[in-house]
Antibody
Framework: QLQLQESGPGLLKPSETLSLTCTVS??????????WGWIRQPPGKGLEWIGS???????SYNPSLKSRVTISVDTSKNQFSLKLSAVSAADTAMYYC????????????????????????WGQGTMVTVSS | EIVLTQSPGTLSLSPGETATLSCRAS???????FAWYQQKRGQAPRLLIY???RRAPGIPDRFSGSGSGTDFTLTISRLEPEDFAVYYC??????????FGGGTKVEI
């Protein structure tokens, strides 16, 4: 049974870099096992997709966060990671990792794209608070 | 960006009743790339419906999804006590970015 577990510091100061890791068990981060994503949820608010990565390192980011986000994968450890730079109080949230199906394709007119599907397996989440 | 607007914000119902939740997209959702999630307090979201109307594995048949284009509906028949939660819609027709609705709380 596929399980995801987030880990990382729960308290940061403004301007620091948030670093979280998601450890995958019950499956492998490899070809044909899906894409691996990060989603966050501020206290009492809705869900925001941060980005998703394939085993080969191809990444899709939310444009609103792209300038501060780096998502990477380590298949040897069966993990993928999130870094968010220059955090502020607005980045205080529960951070979830999750799995989704997806595929890459080339459009004759618009070029290379990645189609991502719904998130079918979620980690329990980890709370990150940004406070001075 | 495709904006999803859920209504109502809160739905007050009793066990045994039927809940009808709506989600409207700011532009047409191709191929019905649309999902619904349930989130209980203190838990991660759980996928209920994908491709607008397909139930995820293990989801009871009292949960059903419908709709196309810009208007989608989640119907929960014969509400059980464990169904009282917050429900989110999500579109995945566009990955730039993937977006969620603001949520509908179903309360007793």
């Amino acid at each position: 049974q596929l399980q995801l577990q987030e880990s990382g510091p729960g308290l940061l100061k403004p301007s620091e870099t948030l670093s979280l890791t998601c450890t995958v068990s019950g499956s492998f981060v490899s070809r044909n096992t899906g894409y691996w994503g990060w989603i966050r949820q501020p206290p009492g608010k809705g869900l925001e997709w941060i980005g998703s990565i394939y085993y080969n390192g191809v990444v899709s980011y939310n444009p609103s966060l792209k300038s501060r986000v780096t998502i990477s994968v380590d298949t040897s450890k069966n993990q993928f990671s999130l870094k968010l730079s220059a955090v502020s109080a607005a980045d205080t949230a529960m951070y979830y990792c999750a799995r989704q199906e997806g595929w890459a394709y080339n459009d004759v007119l618009t070029g290379y794209h990645v189609h991502l599907e719904a998130f079918d397996v979620w980690g329990q989440g980890t709370m990150v608070t940004v406070s001075s | 960006e495709i904006v999803l607007t859920q209504s109502p914000g809160t739905l007050s119902l009793s066990p045994g009743e039927t809940a009808t939740l709506s989600c409207r997209a700011s532009q047409s959702i191709s191929a019905n790339y649309f999902a619904w999630y349930q989130q209980k307090r203190g838990q991660a979201p759980r996928l209920l419906i994908y491709d607008a109307s397909r139930r995820a594995p293990g989801i009871p048949d009292r949960f059903s999804g419908s709709g196309s284009g810009t208007d989608f509906t989640l119907t929960i028949s014969r509400l059980e006590p464990e169904d009282f939660a917050v429900y989110y819609c999500q579109q995945y027709a566009s990955s730039s970015p993937l977006t969620f609705g603001g949520g509908t709380k179903v309360e007793i």
